[in-house]
């Protein structure tokens, strides 16, 4: 029988250990399917970080490494510099990203770094029991502000697309969400942009990917996507945040 559809080779065989609903699945097959598409699969090397998605290393079939409390863009960096033309690639989720790992992040995108970023943005800290992360969305309950964030007591949450694109360094981010089939592709053509514009070797390239928590969140994958769409989406636009032209240099 002529086999129409089969996991992507950026995938190894070992099972996913994420609760059901979690876009952290959707997002790693979106990941290993645009390296192999692109051709990158074989010289790839990814970090991950702190968070659910610790054992990303488990699961993509390339080189990885593991770096933890926030350290990836660090780590990517010393991998990057020393293997240029190789695609590398962060793997990270708010609490790891914007929080204790938020010096990290803007210094690499400052710096330019020539690596990817994916973002996973799930507005709470999800290995760890749902505490507020600075993605959290006002009036969104966590275990550590259980009536809800208030500005008053944690300030607005951050942008981080937005922040980083501000950085000359940044050359390319976008915020996407994989709920639904339009919205996965389009997904995966963030994901591959990013890719492409790592390896001419513009700047440093980002893609947040608002995500779900089901388990967190204390809802079903359904009313979590849903939720995302109505809430998340509100806050956090979709969209092409930064294109920067290839300069003439680079050309
Ligand atoms: C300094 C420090 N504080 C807290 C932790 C515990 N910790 C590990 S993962 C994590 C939260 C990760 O959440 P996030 O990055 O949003 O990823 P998710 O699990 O939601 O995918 C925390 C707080 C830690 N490892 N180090
Ligand atoms: S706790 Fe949340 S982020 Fe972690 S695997 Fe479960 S649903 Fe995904």
């Known amino acids: 029988m002529a086999i129409v559809y089969q996991k992507s080779a950026g995938l190894t065989d070992k099972g996913l250990h994420y609760c059901p609903g979690c876009h952290h699945g959707i997002i790693h097959k979106l990941v290993a399917e645009s ?11 990814g970090v991950c970080p702190v968070g659910c998605s610790v054992f990303a290393y488990k699961y993509f079939s390339c080189d990885m490494m593991e770096a933890s409390h926030g350290r990836a863009p660090a780590v990517a960096t010393g991998i990057k510099r020393t293997h240029p ?6 793997y990270q989720g708010d609490g ?8 990290e992040i803007v210094h690499a995108a400052m710096r330019g770094e020539k690596f990817t970023t994916i973002f996973v943005n799930n507005a ?8 507020m992360a600075p993605t959290t969305l006002i009036g969104q309950r ?3 502000c259980q009536s809800g964030r208030t500005v ?11 922040m980083l694109s501000t950085l000359d360094g940044c050359v390319y981010a976008e915020r996407v969400c994989v709920t639904d089939i339009a919205n996965l592709n389009k997904a995966k053509k963030a994901i ?3 890719f492409q514009k790592q390896m001419a070797g513009e700047g440093f390239t980002f893609v947040e990917v608002l995500s779900t928590c089901p388990t967190n969140w204390g809802m079903t994958p359904l009313k979590a996507n849903q ?4 809430n998340m989406a509100a806050y956090y636009p979709l969209g092409v945040i930064k294109d920067k032209p290839i300069s003439a240099e680079v050309k």
């Open 35 to 45: 390296l192999v598409e692109l051709g990158l699969l074989d010289g790839a090397i």
């Open 85 to 90: 033309n190789q695609a590398v690639f962060t």
């Open 96 to 103: 790891d990203l914007a929080s204790i790992g938020a010096a």
């Open 124 to 131: 709470i800290y999800g290995m760890t029991g749902g505490q």
């Open 142 to 144: 966590a275990t550590t």
């Open 152 to 162: 008053e007591q944690a300030g607005m949450p951050i942008r981080v697309a937005e």
């Open 192 to 194: 591959k942009t990013a």
């Open 227 to 230: 939720w995302l769409k109505e």
